[in-house]
């Protein structure tokens, strides 16, 4: 009898080990998952959000639309200490643009896609940034299709939920 006392605490021990090692197992698979994506910046951060300089260029009392064909695509960085972003060079006509369209993390994940010789027509607001003059894309439109990078009043559509804090 005491054998099989002495058996199922061994056994009992086993299970909580194993409950252990599978709970630490799954833990650091998630780190793991975690770790491999790309950092994104903390919400409202990386130059992208509502509180940083780059967000306050954008004036949407001085919006504009131009529109042309998209000469190439690139990433940007348009101030020090910002995460990549998307750009486009965009030929009018009458000059070629230099387009920001938003952090790369949120442009990739779009299903509009553009690509050099898209025609496109782009709103946005035209800033200068480092000396050099940029246009910062409110929505670009191609082929009916609609990319809204931001609202009228200039509210980036990747800040998420953070407006409501704003708004308080």
């Given at each position: 009898r005491g054998y099989?006392?002495?058996g199922n605490?061994?056994?009992?021990?086993?299970?909580?080990?194993l409950k252990v090692i599978s709970f630490v197992v799954v833990l650091?698979?998630?780190?793991?998952m975690a770790a491999a994506q790309p950092w994104q910046?903390?919400?409202?951060?990386?130059?992208?959000?509502?509180?940083?300089?780059y967000n306050r260029m954008y004036d949407p009392s001085k919006a504009e639309t131009v529109s042309g064909e998209v000469a190439s695509v690139e990433q940007?960085?348009?101030?020090?200490?910002?995460?990549?972003?998307?750009?486009l060079k965009l030929n009018t006509g009458k000059e070629t643009l230099l387009v920001h369209l938003g952090p790369q993390w949120y442009i990739e994940?779009?299903?509009?896609?553009i690509?050099?010789?898209d025609k496109v027509e782009v709103k946005g607001v035209k800033a200068v940034r480092m000396g050099r003059d940029v246009f910062i894309a409110a929505e670009v439109k191609k082929d009916g299709e609609i990319l809204k990078l931001r609202d009228d009043a200039g509210f980036p559509a990747?800040?998420?939920?953070?407006?409501l804090r704003q708004d308080k």
């Open positions: 099989r006392w002495v605490l061994k056994e009992e021990l086993v299970m909580k080990k650091l698979t998630v780190a793991a910046g903390w919400k409202g951060s990386g130059g992208w959000g509502l509180g940083g300089g940007i960085t348009p101030m020090r200490k910002m995460g990549t972003g998307i750009g994940r779009q299903d509009m896609k690509k050099a010789g990747w800040a998420g939920c953070s407006r």
